[in-house]
């Protein structure tokens, strides 16, 4: 079974997010609702307790009766009931088949997502044979001092933060803040390739191998 689930349906999108195995902030109903780029979208696919949940952006492609499918500003992919490892493989074959066939269905000629470098989502798309490694992102561990982890910046990016506080007034949030909750997470410092899916279809000859 299928579901396309829009922003007018909050509490959906958010019980599929919230029951995912894992999922990011990037996911979320409330990061897609600062999106104005298109109609975001929550495609699902489910077979009984399982399901994959993929947000995605439809655009009107300018002069063309043909959408894309693009996603928000950061690190999206498709997201899974349980750990990846589980998944049946027929299962994710009939999600890679499902939505093919959606994208036929909707005219929708090309896809494009960043996956997130901590999810492990080669498993989910894979078999498209439309993904690529596109650069490296980089995490600090916020745990440690501050002059620790300026010790890890690169000399010119410590230089440019140096020639920058010359220049802008720095907000401080109380220490009770939200912010400063989520900055108290234990991050390994790290760099990590990132990949990146892309789809492209041919109008009405969409291949389901």
């Avoid at 299928?2 to 999108?13: D, H, N, S, V």
């Avoid at 993929?54 to 950061?74: C, M, N, T």
């Avoid at 901590?118 to 501050?146: A, H, M, S």
């Avoid at 990132?194 to 291949?207: D, K, M, P, W």
């Amino acid at each position: 079974m299928i579901k396309t689930i829009t922003l007018a349906q909050k509490r959906e999108w958010n019980f599929y997010i919230n029951n995912a195995f894992v999922h990011d902030f990037y996911h979320t109903w409330y990061y897609h609702a600062l999106d104005h780029s298109g109609m975001a979208m929550l495609f699902v696919y489910e077979e009984g307790q399982d399901y994959i949940a993929f947000p995605v952006v439809k655009r009107k492609i300018p002069g063309a009766v043909f959408f894309d499918l693009s996603s928000v500003y950061g690190y999206v992919g498709p997201i899974a009931s349980k750990d990846n490892k589980y998944l049946n493989q027929n299962f994710i074959n009939n999600f890679k088949r499902e939505f093919l066939n959606f994208l036929k269905s909707e005219q929708i000629v090309s896809v494009f997502s960043r996956l997130n470098p901590f999810l492990n989502q080669d498993p989910l798309v894979g078999d498209f044979k439309g993904v690529y490694e596109n650069g490296k992102t980089v995490v600090l561990d916020l745990t440690l001092p501050i002059d620790e982890q300026r010790k890890k910046y690169n000399s010119s990016v410590y230089d440019s933060i140096k020639k920058s506080k010359k220049k802008v007034s720095l907000l401080r949030k109380p220490k009770n803040s939200r912010i400063s909750k989520h900055l108290s997470l234990s991050i390994p410092r790290i760099w990590i390739a990132y990949s990146q899916l892309i789809i492209t279809v041919l109008a009405g000859n969409i291949s389901l191998t």
